[in-house]
């Protein structure tokens, strides 16, 4: 069994990865799979490898780190923006930006935006038809954690379409010319951004990393852009298919509908739950073996890819009870849908408000929403990183 599986992503993979998990955790647990942009990972599925990994010292974000002493510091890193992102670095570097930003997306403040997400949701939902079918992703769940996300950071409206364009590209498994034409887009915005904000500043996040990176040394412009590109995409691309994938659940369950409408002080944990059953991250951003590192009596060789599979994890059940069955509630404490270690999602706090306001506006105002096709026509993204609809067409207010 030392042949690379290329078995795994494809086929059904992409509408339902969890036969695929539950095969891969139960027969080869720590596996070296193809992936389909080329190239090989090893994938960890176990909740415990899992959970264990993210904290491991051997497995690093930068490559860099696993070359000889001698060969790392010529060796080129990332292109663009990518080499300066946090999520694709390791202390010090990685603690230092980290730093910079956590304040800004702390629980408390990330509570204040509860108002203005409201209002945002409202909006949005004035502008759809009730008695005609509708994209619900495109009409509400893109465009409102976008729309969060770009007032945090201080990117004007009228620039919002591009982003999606742009990180749909970075997150899909679309060929290389789209991804570096995003990688480039996004990047000379980013860097114009930058030049607005120092002639005016706005008091958003953008223009105070400005700040900080005009009063000394402590973060470079490239550093600058970098967060911006990574904020906008981990910002929006997560939570849209985090309400996606819930609206989804609600609408085809009726017995869950009905428990959330009866008594919304149960859709926090709802969402909670959503996430561990079929988080819109079902595979965190790669990183690499330092060294050769064994887990689940598998060695991973050093130099290779290793992807941490918390889709495959949060639906382990030697760590969830019949985890296959989505559970309002059942006690999620541990999941891992936002990661763990010092990557921890910083927008955890965001997301899951984000994710609770879009569902309360949504069943308080629609009650009776239903798919518009019939479950088995929904397409999924080809997408190694998230599970998410290509669209969720629905009826907001079906004739009785
Ligand atoms: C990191 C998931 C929403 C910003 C992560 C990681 C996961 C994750 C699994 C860990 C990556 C790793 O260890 O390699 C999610 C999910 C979300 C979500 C499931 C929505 C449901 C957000 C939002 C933001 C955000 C709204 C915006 C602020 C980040 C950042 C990191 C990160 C900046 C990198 C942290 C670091 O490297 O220290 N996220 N995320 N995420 N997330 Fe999220």
């Known amino acids: 069994m030392t042949a690379v599986d290329a078995s795994v992503f494809e086929g059904s993979f992409w509408r339902d990865p969890y036969p695929a998990y539950e095969r891969l955790r139960t027969q080869a647990p720590v596996r070296e799979v193809a992936l389909p942009r080329g190239g090989t990972t090893w994938l960890v599925t176990r909740y415990d490898d899992v959970r264990a990994a993210f904290t491991d010292p051997r497995l690093v974000k930068d490559h860099r780190a696993t070359l000889p002493p001698e060969l790392r510091e010529q060796a080129p890193r990332l292109p663009g923006p990518f080499g300066s992102m946090m999520v694709l670095l390791d202390p010090p570097d990685h603690t230092r930006l980290r730093r910079l930003v956590s304040r800004a997306f702390t629980a408390r403040r990330t509570a204040e935006l509860r108002p203005r997400i409201e209002v945002l949701a409202a909006g949005l939902l004035d502008a759809l038809p009730a008695t005609e079918p509708v994209d619900l992703l495109a009409g509400y769940a893109v465009p409102l954690p976008m729309a969060v996300i770009c007032e945090l950071l201080g990117v004007p409206d009228t620039d919002r379409d591009a982003f999606g364009t742009w990180s749909r590209a970075l997150v899909d498994d679309h060929d290389d010319v789209d991804q570096q034409q995003a990688t480039t887009g996004l990047a000379e915005y980013l860097y114009a951004l930058v030049k607005t ?158 994710g609770e306001v879009a569902l309360r506006s949504l069943l308080d105002r629609f009650p009776g929403l239903r798919l518009a096709v019939p479950p088995e026509g929904l397409r999924h993204r080809r997408s190694v990183i998230v599970h998410a609809l290509e669209a969720l067409p629905v009826v907001l207010r079906p004739p009785a």
């Open 197 to 354: 904000k120092r002639r005016t500043p706005d008091g958003a996040l953008v223009s105070a990393l400005v700040e900080v990176s005009d009063a000394g040394d402590q973060l470079s412009t490239e550093e600058v852009v970098a967060m911006g590109v990574l904020l906008l995409i981990a910002g929006h691309e997560t939570t849209a298919n985090l309400i996606g994938n819930a609206v989804l659940g609600v609408a085809t369950d009726a017995a869950l509908r009905g428990h959330l409408l009866a008594d919304p002080q149960r859709i926090p944990a709802a969402v909670e739950e959503f996430l561990r059953w079929d988080g819109p991250v079902h595979n965190a951003p790669m990183r690499f073996a330092a060294e050769d590192v064994e887990y689940s009596g598998t060695t991973i060789p050093a130099g290779s890819v290793v992807t941490l599979s918390v889709g495959a994890a949060n639906r382990d059940p030697g760590r969830f009870d019949r985890p296959e069955l989505l559970d309002p509630d059942r006690d999620t404490g541990g999941h891992l849908a936002f990661g763990h270690g010092i990557h921890f999602c910083l927008g955890a706090p965001l997301a899951r408000l984000e």
